[in-house]
C-alpha cells in the first residue's frame, strides 16, 4: 500500500512540474540540446500538440511510473531501475516509429505531389497557386501543410516565408529538396519549370522504388535484432513473479550483473543496426 501511494505521489508531482515547464518553452535559438532535439522529433513525426516539455515530462512519468511497477512486484531494485529506464525510453521509441512511418508514407506520395503542381502550371496556375491547390487535390496525408500553406501566402504575400513554413511543417528531407527546387524554379522562372518539375517527380519515384525495396530485404536484420534484444528482459519479468528467485539480483553482484546485460544488450542492438541499416537523409536545407 505504501508504494502505490508512493507511485500516485510521484506521479502527480511529476504532472504538476511538467505543468509549470511546458508552458515556458524558449525560443529555438536559445532551448537546449534536449528540448531542440525533442521539438525535431516531434516535428518529423507530425505532433504539433505536443510541447518539448511536456514529452520530456511524460518521458519522467512513464520511467517512474515503470520503476515503481516492477519494484512493487519484485521487490528489487536493480530490477526496478532497468525497466524504469526501459519504460522512459518508450515515448520517444513510439515517437520516432511514428516518424519513420509517417516520412515513408511522404516518400511515396511526394511524386504525385509534384505531377500535381505540374499538371496545374501546365494549366496555367501561378506556382503559389499550383501549390496552393495541393491542400484541396492532393494527397490527404499532405493535404494540412500545404492547405496551411495556401493560408499563410494569401494573408502575407511572401512566397519564401510561406514555403520556410511549409518546410518547418512538413520536417521531410525529401520535402526540403522538392520546396527548394521549387524556390528555385520560382526564382528562375522561364519555361524550364515543366521540365525540371518532370525530372524531379522521375527522381523521386525511383528513389522511392529503390529504398522501399532496400528496406523489404533490410526488415529481416531489424526484427532480429529487436526479438534477441527483448528475450532476456523478457525472462526477467517474468521470474520478477518468483519472490525467492528473483531476490538473488536485489545485490551488488545481481546489480553489477544486470548493468552489464543492459550495456551489452544497447551495444549488440546499436551494432546490429549500423551492420544493417540504410542510410538516412538528412534535412541539410532547413
Request: some cysteine; aromatic content about 8%; hydrophobic content about 50%.
Amino acid at each position: 500500500m505504501g508504494l502505490l501511494i508512493g507511485l500516485f505521489f510521484g506521479v502527480g508531482l511529476l504532472l504538476i512540474i511538467a505543468a509549470f515547464v511546458a508552458p515556458a518553452e524558449a525560443g529555438p535559438d536559445k532551448e537546449g540540446w534536449l528540448r531542440a532535439k525533442s521539438r525535431e522529433l516531434l516535428a518529423s513525426a507530425g505532433i504539433e500538440g505536443l510541447t518539448p516539455g511536456a514529452f520530456i515530462g511524460a518521458c519522467l512519468i512513464t520511467g517512474v511510473a515503470g520503476f515503481l511497477l516492477m519494484f512493487l512486484v519484485s521487490r528489487a531494485l536493480p530490477v526496478g531501475a532497468v525497466f524504469g529506464l526501459m519504460a522512459g525510453w518508450m515515448p520517444i521509441a513510439l515517437v520516432r516509429s511514428r516518424a519513420r512511418r509517417r516520412l515513408g508514407e511522404f516518400r511515396e506520395l511526394w511524386p504525385d505531389v509534384v505531377d500535381n503542381v505540374a499538371s496545374a502550371v501546365r494549366a496555367g496556375l501561378s506556382l503559389s497557386e499550383a501549390l496552393a491547390q495541393v491542400g484541396e487535390r492532393g494527397p490527404v496525408q499532405l493535404r494540412e501543410p500545404f492547405r496551411r500553406f495556401g493560408a499563410d501566402y494569401a494573408s502575407t504575400g511572401r512566397f519564401a516565408e510561406s514555403l520556410d513554413r511549409l518546410k518547418a511543417r512538413l520536417a521531410d528531407p525529401v520535402g526540403d529538396r522538392v520546396v527548394e527546387a521549387l524556390r528555385i524554379a520560382r526564382e528562375v522562372g522561364g519555361g524550364d519549370l515543366g521540365r525540371l518539375l518532370r525530372s524531379l517527380s522521375t527522381f523521386l519515384r525511383d528513389d522511392a522504388r529503390t529504398r522501399s525495396e532496400l528496406e523489404s530485404r533490410q526488415s529481416w536484420s531489424v526484427n532480429g535484432a529487436r526479438v534477441a534484444v527483448a528475450a532476456p528482459w523478457l525472462v526477467l519479468a517474468l521470474l520478477s513473479f518468483q519472490g525467492d528467485v528473483i531476490q538473488r539480483y536485489n545485490t551488488p553482484v545481481g546489480a553489477v550483473i544486470i548493468g552489464l546485460g543492459a550495456v551489452i544488450c544497447v551495444i549488440a542492438y546499436r551494432v546490429m543496426l549500423r551492420i544493417g541499416r540504410l542510410p538516412e537523409p538528412e534535412r541539410v536545407l532547413r
